[in-house]
């Protein structure tokens, strides 16, 4: 027994050099050469579907002098130099190949290092597909019946390395459309080296059966397989929400939230949204004062719902599905909404009619007023206007005609989303216009 002693080198010659030629002659189906990583020191692994009658040649002009060795999972370093090697001419050839054996061939100076894979021993056999037990609210487990081992070669150092089978599992799950805002079924897939005891992928958002297919050897050879399983019902949840606040545009409303993209100034409406997958039974949106959720003020089970704010400080608003045994459950993210303290300002003098457009109307400045009464009148006590919005204000009119200039009067009664409450009272100065 020779043993052949291995250094490795970043940098490995070519296969074929100086008109050096590997080649075989038997096998029954298409030999399949794959590229092993460069750190494996191996030049190729070759896969055969049986090896009964199969013969390697080396094709070398010094083709008397050429040396093969043999290895397994030890490594390069333990290899063994094979007799029965017969030279035909220019070709060195070895009459009887081993499957899931390493092979050196010593050429002078050179030497060659490939790896042979028995796929007869390997062969991928697939009879069943079915949903297994164990299962999370993230991930199905799925038990397919057959045989698809993990093929196993070694680097010259005796490193393990597995060549993948590149087993693909096909099935259909959920995903979010942006612009349907909707979730629409889309094809998912999922690559194995081998066929292990379970399979484990993302849970599937919507009804669907698994189909899994292999090899890729098979695949080479036009024998591929596959195998599909009865339909498997979702259990996992998920959803995709919003909250979308009524924009309002008015001129003399102070905007005075503590912070954050929801709230300011009530009264504030904000609709809420919510797009769930099949599984979702149970749906419901939760108000509550607490960051945390610990007591819920509101809750709604609609996916839409629209609710105006009309109290000052902050709420949290969540939404929250779950399926119909309530083991898998989804929570969304919480939104903040920031209501101001309420505040009320009245001026005491505008000029109407001059048609400058600056100061032409007499509005209050607010913020967080959510119930407004405002009267207006002369100083005889006749009633010029009356409006219940605070956005609104006297364009300095009666019956569509300007009233004079002069000392009005306002009276105002009105509440804020803090509760505070106003009863304010005042002069109106109509002044500069002709």
């Known amino acids: 027994m020779k043993y052949l002693s291995i250094i490795l080198c970043a940098c490995l010659s070519p296969f074929f050099a100086n008109g050096a030629e590997l080649a075989w002659s038997g096998s029954p189906e298409k030999i399949i050469q794959i590229d092993a990583p460069a750190s494996s020191g191996l030049d190729a692994v070759y896969v055969l579907d049986g090896l009964s009658g199969v013969k390697a040649a080396y094709a070398s002009p010094s083709a008397a002098g050429v040396k093969w060795f043999r290895y397994s999972n030890l490594g390069g370093g333990y290899a063994e130099e094979l007799s029965g090697v017969?030279?035909?001419?220019?070709?060195?050839?070895?009459?009887?190949?081993?499957?899931?054996?390493?092979?050196?061939?010593?050429?002078?100076?050179?030497?060659?290092?490939?790896?042979?894979?028995?796929?007869?021993?390997?062969e991928l056999a697939l009879s069943g597909i079915t949903e297994a037990e164990e299962r999370d609210c993230d991930r199905i487990g799925l038990t397919v019946a057959g045989k698809g081992d993990e093929i196993v070669y070694y680097s010259i150092n005796g490193r393990r390395l597995v060549l993948s089978r590149d087993l693909q599992l096909d099935y259909t799950s959920l995903s979010y459309d942006e612009d349907s805002k909707s979730y629409v079924q889309v094809p998912e897939e999922a690559t194995f080296e081998y066929l292990p005891t379970t399979l484990h992928v993302e849970a599937p958002l919507c009804a669907t059966d698994f189909t899994l297919t292999g090899d890729r050897f098979l695949k080479e050879w036009g024998r591929e397989i596959s195998v599909s399983s009865s339909t498997v019902q979702p259990f996992a949840v998920q959803a995709q929400t919003s909250a979308i606040q009524t924009e309002r545009s008015n001129d003399n409303e102070i905007v005075s939230g503590s912070g954050g993209d929801l709230g300011g100034s009530a009264p504030c409406e904000i609709e809420f949204s919510a797009a769930v997958t099949d599984a979702a039974i149970f749906t419901e949106w939760q108000f509550s004062s607490y960051p945390e959720f610990e007591d819920v003020d509101i809750r709604m089970s609609e996916l839409n719902v629209t609710h105006t704010f009309t109290e000052e400080g902050m709420t949290y608003v969540r939404f929250v599905c779950a399926n119909a045994s309530g083991e898998c459950e989804y929570y969304g993210p919480t939104y903040e909404i920031s209501i101001g303290a309420s505040s009320l300002k009245c001026p005491n003098a505008f000029s109407p009619g001059n048609a400058d457009g600056v100061n032409d109307e007499w509005k209050v400045s607010y913020s967080s007023i959510v119930d407004f009464e405002c009267h207006i009148f002369n100083r005889h006590g006749q009633k010029m206007t009356s409006f219940s919005d605070p956005a609104q204000g006297w364009d300095g009119k009666y019956k569509g005609k300007l009233v004079p200039a002069g000392v009005y009067y306002y009276v105002i009664t009105a509440r804020g989303a803090d509760g505070k409450k106003y009863n304010l009272s005042g002069d109106i100065n109509i002044v500069n216009y002709k």
Not at 94 to 116: A, K, T
């Open 86 to 122: 017969r030279v035909d001419g220019g070709s060195s050839i070895l009459d009887v190949v081993e499957g899931d054996m390493g092979y050196i061939i010593e050429d002078g100076n050179e030497r060659h290092y490939f790896w042979v894979v028995d796929y007869s021993r390997h």
